[in-house]
């Protein structure tokens, strides 16, 4: 099941991101065959100020398991985390079967 998870960094927090940045990367390589999209969600000026994820798992406690060991999580880098159930209906410009 895909799980979108969005996560909103406190202010101030760039040097932290930065500094925690080559952990989490490491971390996101073990889990790259259930990562389906992920990245920086970027500010009017194009900082980094959180973070965006889907990821295949097999249900709401896994992926909150995933959340929850990310080394930016566990720096308390994020003000707020939002997990949701997604459904992919286009991608890449072409419908989807429904």
């Known amino acids: ?8 960094d406190k202010p101030d927090c760039t040097e932290l991101r930065m500094a925690v940045r080559p ?11 259930y990562l389906k999209l992920c990245g920086p969600l ?14 295949d798992m097999e249900d709401r406690p896994a992926a909150e398991g995933f959340a929850i060991s990310d080394p ?3 720096a308390g ?4 985390v939002i997990i ?8 890449e410009g072409k419908m989807l079967g429904l």
């Open 42 to 55: 970027l500010n009017q000026k194009g900082q980094s100020c959180g973070s965006l994820i889907v990821i």
């Open 1 to 8: 099941m895909l799980f979108v998870i969005m996560c909103t």
């Open 77 to 80: 880098l994020f003000e707020s």
């Open 72 to 74: 930016y999580a566990k």
């Open 23 to 33: 952990e989490h990367l490491a971390y996101l390589k073990t889990y790259e065959k």
């Open 84 to 91: 949701r159930p997604y459904k992919l209906v286009a991608y």
